[in-house]
């Protein structure tokens, strides 16, 4: 754990637990906001079950499509966590890492 709290900068057990629960609670709730909109476009399971491929393209698009709803919902729980500075800076890393740095002004 102190490893981890160094690598990342924190300096409490308790910050270190907090920043766990958000990430927690976000990948749950991106998986569940994201369900209407998957509906919603028509991708489902069933649309690609004849082919070879099929379970591969929907697992795929199901990512792509749930990745950004992920990284939104990060910096908002981390927000409401009050773990802003921590999300947002891991945000603009990891934007940055994927050659989309151009997305944030600073």
């Given at each position: 754990m102190q490893k981890l709290k160094e690598r990342w900068g924190i300096h409490s057990t308790l910050?270190?637990?907090?920043?766990?629960?958000?990430?927690a609670i976000t990948g749950s709730s991106a998986v569940y906001v994201a369900k209407p909109l998957?509906?919603?476009?028509?991708?489902?399971?069933?649309?690609?079950?004849?082919?070879?491929?099929?379970?591969?393209v929907y697992w795929t698009l199901r990512i792509?499509?749930?990745?950004p709803i992920y990284q939104v919902l990060l910096v908002l729980f981390g927000w409401i966590f009050g773990?802003?500075?921590?999300?947002?800076n891991m945000e603009k890393k990891m934007l940055r890492r994927m050659g989309l740095g151009f997305l944030i002004s600073s």
């Open positions: 910050q270190l637990i907090i920043i766990f629960i958000v990430f998957l509906q919603w476009i028509g991708l489902h399971p069933e649309n690609f079950e004849n082919t070879w491929w099929g379970p591969w792509l499509i749930i990745f773990q802003f500075k921590f999300f947002w």
